[in-house]
């Protein structure tokens, strides 16, 4: 089949169903077995002490890489800027949809390649092993609310949780404020994220998550021929919808190429481009951290530096597990290092601070409705949306329409009381490449409402 990952998972999900079932019927639940639970469902030894502290330094700068690569990829591709998420919610822009797609679709032919290969398929388990483990207290419910909060998120905010911080580097308008929403969701999750856990946890959870498992093929039988026909899908989109068309005026100014520009200081590359580079990161993750991409868990380590005390470990056991570890730590640095990739990206083009934002209100609460819809879910734009759909998790397949079906029914309402945007200058016919005039109030634009 796909490897030897089943069985351990299988063997995670029986302790933690039968503790439950246990706790359900009045039986007593010791202390070592809630501690055995929770170890279980944390998959990885997050505080335990690492025995080769050269090797964790090697994978932290492997994964910090990875996040300028990450903020770059996503500063070129023009997908941060909070238009592109706006518009592509009601179909006027198809900048988002591309990259995703082939980021999703190259992250997937690179896991596959991954599966087969006898030196890589370890690494290939683990991160299967670490996927399912998140997943382990989560269901259908979880895998519907969450993202659709999540989708309501990007449509208030612009942005998603792995996309705030290349909006940072790149000084988009009011990033700030949405990295303090996320900063406040993921707090007030962690306070409360027993009690949610014990209100949505499905009674059974089902032995095969994955789609490869449900028809019984091996992983690489349905992940590459998938990925393969995204790909060709996505080479349609950039077809049929010329890429330099998505962009406002003020990018397209700068898609023509003078001599003295190269691919590095160009300000937009194509958005499939960008998406193919941040799929070819999913091997890096896996090697470095045994994992797969992913951002939202961040936020909740971040926060939860002040849980270090036996009472406060009692009483916030989600924040105390994150608070420590590679297994959590390494989407720090990741997320982080992409504010570098970012604001690299943007000083090589000359495009600093050009990307406007939405206001600090819906910013801040664009924010917060991000980090409580990805921590309801386990899982994120980039962790259900790339990593889930690329490893074949049949409920990262239903976390995905649920998450765009939330952007664009709250996208639609905000058009329709004229709350969506409040360009200056936008319209979907702009000036010619290198002739839009000095004076032009392009650049004077004035933000999303």
């Not at 089949?1 to 995670?12: A, L, V």
């Not at 070129?76 to 009601?90: A, D, H, N, T, Y």
């Not at 934002?357 to 899982?379: D, I, K, Q």
């Not at 996208?411 to 004076?439: E, K, N, R, V």
């Amino acid at each position: 089949m796909s490897g030897s990952w089943t069985p351990k998972h299988n063997e995670i999900l029986t302790k933690v169903d039968n503790a439950d079932d246990r706790s359900r019927n009045g039986d007593e639940v010791s202390k070592s077995d809630i501690e055995s639970q929770e170890g279980d469902q944390r998959c990885l030894l997050c505080c335990a002490p690492e025995s080769r502290p050269g090797m964790v330094v090697a994978k932290l700068a492997a994964c910090s890489l990875a996040g300028v690569v990450f903020g770059w990829s996503m500063e070129k591709s023009r997908v941060f800027e909070p238009s592109s998420i706006r518009l592509q919610m009601v179909f006027q822009r198809w900048i988002m949809l591309k990259m995703f797609l082939a980021a999703m679709a190259s992250g997937q032919v690179v896991i596959a390649l991954l599966s087969v290969l006898p030196w890589c398929k370890t690494k290939f388990e683990k991160a299967m092993d670490n996927f399912a483990c998140c997943l382990g207290d989560k269901g259908i419910l979880t895998s519907l609310l969450g993202p659709f909060i999540l989708g309501m998120g990007m449509t208030l905010s612009g942005s998603c949780p792995g996309m705030i911080l290349p909006q940072i580097g790149s000084w988009t308008k009011n990033s700030m404020y949405t990295f303090l929403g996320v900063l406040v969701g993921a707090l007030l999750y962690g306070f409360v994220a027993q009690y949610v856990v014990k209100l949505t946890r499905p009674k059974r959870v089902p032995e095969k998550l994955t789609l490869h498992d449900l028809v019984k093929l091996p992983y690489i039988a349905l992940a590459m021929p998938m990925g393969i026909i995204i790909l060709i899908i996505v080479f349609l989109m950039e077809w049929f919808i010329p890429w330099d068309q998505d962009l406002d005026c003020w990018d397209r100014n700068y898609i023509a190429t003078p001599d003295s520009t190269n691919i590095f200081t160009l300000k937009s590359w194509y958005p499939s481009a960008s998406g193919v580079l941040l799929g070819v990161l999913q091997a890096v993750i896996i090697f470095a951290a045994d994992d797969t991409l992913g951002g939202s868990s961040a936020y909740v380590t971040m926060v939860s530096q002040w849980v270090i005390g036996k009472r406060l470990k009692e009483l916030f056991p989600y924040l105390a597990k994150a608070r420590c570890g590679l297994a959590n730590w390494w989407q720090v640095f990741y997320v982080l290092f992409a504010v570098l990739g970012g604001a690299f990206s943007a000083l090589s083009s000359d495009s600093l601070a050009n990307a406007q934002g939405v206001t600090a209100v819906c910013a801040f609460f664009g924010g917060l409705f991000l980090v409580l819809g990805a921590r309801l879910a386990a899982g994120c734009t980039s962790g259900h949306g790339l990593s889930g759909m690329g490893l074949l998790y049949w409920y990262s397949v239903l976390a995905v329409p649920a998450m765009f079906g939330g952007g664009i029914i709250l996208a639609f309402t905000m058009q329709a009381t004229g709350a969506l945007s409040s360009y200056d200058c936008y319209t979907p016919h702009c000036p010619p490449l290198y002739q839009i005039p000095s004076t032009s109030n392009c650049t004077e634009f004035v933000g999303l409402n």
